[in-house]
Every structure is written in C-alpha cells, then in structure tokens.
C-alpha cells in the first residue's frame, strides 16, 4: 500500500484551504477549489514505489498542488459542551492553503484527552486532535479510484515502527498505524508530492507521521471523509 506513482496527465491537484478563521463554511472550502482534475492514470503498478517522471503541462508555471485540513466530522448538535474531549476547540492558525511535504504541529499548552485523527478526501489533508484541540496537520498521499482509499472511522489496530509492505516487494512503511487487516494504514516512507498517488493507504511527511506515531495508541479513532467541514464547536465523532 507504499506505492507512490505519478499522475499521468496534466496533474492539476485539486486545491482546498486550511482553517484561516475560527470557522470553515463549505462556501469558503467550494470557494477556493482548484478547477476538477483527470482522473489519475497508474502505470508500473507491479513495482512498489516506481516513480514515473512526468513534465508540467506546458504553461502551469509548475504550479504546486495544494491542500486544506478541513477536520471531518458532522455538525455539532446545539447542546455540545466545549467541556467534551471531542468537541472541537482550537484549530491551528495556518496561513493559506498547504502545499504537499508541508505539515504542522503545536502542542503547546495542549491538555492530555483522547487523540482523533480526521482525514478528508477531498481536502487531501490529515489533521490530529488532542482532547478537541488540533494539533497537526499535513497534506497526504492518497490512493486512487483503482485502488481507493475507504471511507469510514477505523480504530487504529496495530502500531509498526519498522513495518514493509508484503504485498509490494516489502516496500517500507515506517511507523505505520494499521486501520484495517487488508493493508490500509497511515504511514511514512513515501515522497508527498504533487501528482503522487498510493495504492490506498495515507502517507504522510516522515518528520509529521514519526510525531503522530509517537502519541497514537492502539484503538484510537481515524475518520476518513469526503468533503466534510468542520468548526468550533464541532463534535468529533
């Protein structure tokens, strides 16, 4: 599930932005998308981490692609507390969309509470709360629609600092936080770039996944989504 491929095409990355306020809107999220891309085309498919080098399309001034945490969760009932680990209370003030291999991570002052990783699909972005307050963020690698990355809350089932991949000629997957038995899970090992797929799994910068290693437990909870937003107030569940 290491896989990492280029996009054949004119791999133009969807663009979605981060919280730049208290709240996000699906106004402001449809505002600042990136016109719909081709679907991606996956070749050397039988060699994990096979990289096919494919020039910008002539005129993108080589245009980075780009993402936006937008946490996923459903809308906060009225009667939420903000005294509730899982309701949303702080969001990290990053200015601007985030490129690919950039990530963020601020913990300072942040309370212990149950950790909750939320991944949207669309935004192309993970982000990490602790206790309701958000902690990390960072553009991923997603798979594709041969080889999709599903939808749905897992628990993390395993923890792997070391982990390679059996299925693709043992790629490495370095600390991997295992979400399902047939090979999906959050990992490094893999360059985060525009253009870049996986087959299914979520890759993250090494120097961003080897911190959320570090405070995932086993049975935690990933929500993987598609195009869900998020505020304060929100509950994570």
């Known amino acids: 599930m290491n896989a990492a491929y280029k996009w054949i095409g004119t791999a133009s990355a969807a663009a979605v932005l981060f919280f730049t306020s208290a709240s996000v809107t699906g106004a402001i999220l449809d505002a600042r998308k ?25 005129g993108s001034g080589q245009a980075e692609a780009v993402a936006v945490a937008a946490p996923a969760a459903s809308p906060a009932p009225a009667q939420a507390s903000m005294d509730e680990p899982l309701v949303i209370k702080r969001v990290l003030p990053i200015n601007g969309p985030i490129k690919y291999g950039e990530w ?38 997603l798979g594709t629609d041969k080889h999709p990355t ?28 295992r979400l399902t038995w047939d090979g999906i899970a959050i990992h490094g090992g893999s360059d985060v770039e525009r253009g870049y797929a996986s087959h299914g799994c979520i890759a993250a910068p090494n120097e961003f996944i080897s911190k959320l290693y ?13 195009g869900k937003t998020a505020s304060i107030g929100t509950r994570l569940t």
Do not use: C
């Open 214 to 226: 570090a405070i995932a437990k086993k049975g935690d909870k990933v929500i993987i989504t598609r």
């Open 34 to 58: 990136a016109p719909p891309e081709k679907a991606p085309v996956v070749q050397n498919e039988d060699t994990l981490g096979a990289v096919l080098a494919i020039p910008a399309a002539e």
């Open 150 to 177: 599903p939808l749905g809350t897992f628990p993390i089932l395993t923890k792997e600092r070391h982990n390679v991949s059996e299925k693709y000629n043992n790629a490495p997957m370095p600390w991997t936080l």
């Open 104 to 141: 963020h991570w601020d913990t300072q002052g942040v309370p212990d509470g149950p950790l909750v990783i939320t991944v949207d699909l669309e935004a192309r972005v993970l982000s990490a709360f602790r206790g309701g307050y958000e902690i990390g963020a960072t553009a991923v690698m």
